[in-house]
């Protein structure tokens, strides 16, 4: 099943409370007024209060099973006014005849508030369970696109290998090298918790000749670094700052730097590439390349990008396996 299909699939999320109830007032008042027209057209008005059980029972009751005791209030209420107050015997007392009229719609208050009671928690139960079932199901669907992605990058190398002329040497760089770290690749684009720092490391240093750093930074969490980084002694969270600074805001293209317009005393130019992870709205990732000058950096674009594309997609896993844990320490980058 592809990701298109999957989306087809998707389950309705559940209704407001507001929608619940107005839907569920609005049948119990139809229902009301039906039995009350009813009443007066066929059988003769005050024929239901000459009955053992007023027909409004049922209507109650249904009401507060299926919406829970608010709706199931509501519709006592308006059963109460629908039936209106029962003619006064004579000589019988203010006080007498006012409990008299009372009687059935606060045995109807008193029931439907029961029930509801006892009906309102499953209802939150299910209501739950069903927002549960939305949220999986857009992290599914999220997991689709994305290995619907990673197979249109991948056939799209195959093709490219496939279609090259024959007499082209076999030396085409660039192809082979993507070939060649596809298991680095495909396990950093798969991997798990503590294991992205490893799998980044492997898959960097099978695509590239040279330091490379992903810095993940978030608002009021500070920043994460991995990777590798150069022996120069720049740091490297200070220099993220500044490629920040200086990068367009443009997801995912990657752009060489020069460390000396960066301000930097050193030689060497940079290839940077900037994502903004979908499951983390205030979240960054930066990956860093350092290359010897510009030539070798501008070289290194396709392999950054990859890169890139699939460390974001490593650490959007990451932030759902988190936020289903519901761990304590979804709020540090400390993975240890």
């Not at 606060?106 to 509801?116: C, N």
């Not at 608002?219 to 200070?238: A, H, L, S, W």
């Amino acid at each position: 099943m592809n990701a298109t299909q999957l989306q087809n699939q998707i389950i309705r999320p559940p209704s407001s409370p507001r929608e619940t109830f107005q839907r569920g007032l609005f049948g119990a008042v139809v229902l009301l007024l039906t039995i009350a027209g009813a009443e007066l057209l066929f059988l003769g008005s005050g024929y239901f209060d000459s009955l053992t059980l007023h027909p409004f029972w049922v209507v109650i009751v249904i009401a507060a099973m299926q919406n829970g005791v608010a709706v199931g209030v509501a519709t006592s209420v308006a059963a109460a006014l629908l039936v209106g107050l029962p003619d006064r015997f004579v000589n019988e007392g203010a006080a007498v005849y006012a409990a008299r009229a009372a009687v059935l719609p606060l045995q109807w208050f008193v029931v439907a508030l029961i029930v509801g009671f006892y009906r309102q928690k499953e209802l939150e139960e299910v209501n739950d369970l069903q927002a549960d079932v939305v949220r999986l199901t857009g992290i599914s669907n999220s997991l689709a696109n994305e290995v619907e992605r990673m197979d249109g990058m991948l056939e799209a190398l195959e093709s490219k290998a496939v279609s090259r002329p024959a007499s082209e040497p076999e030396t085409a760089p660039k192809e082979h090298l993507f070939q060649s770290a596809l298991p680095e690749l495909a396990a950093l684009a798969g991997s798990h918790g503590t294991d992205l720092p490893h799998t980044f490391e492997n898959a960097a240093l099978a695509l590239l000749d040279g330091p490379v750093a992903l810095v993940l930074s978030a608002q009021g969490r500070g920043e994460f670094v991995i990777g590798t980084t150069p022996e120069n002694g720049t740091d490297v969270t200070m220099l993220a700052q500044l490629i920040s600074k200086n990068l367009p805001s443009h997801n995912g293209a990657s752009y060489t730097m020069v460390l000396k317009d960066l301000g930097i005393p050193h030689d060497g130019a940079l290839r940077v590439a900037r994502q903004f992870p979908k499951s983390e709205k205030d979240m960054t990732a930066l990956m860093i390349f350092y290359a010897t000058d510009r030539a070798c950096a501008d070289a290194a674009a396709a392999s950054i990008e990859i890169l890139s594309e699939l460390s974001r997609i490593a650490i959007d896993r990451l932030s759902r396996e988190l936020e289903m844990a519901e761990s304590p320490q979804t709020g540090t980058w400390d993975r240890e």
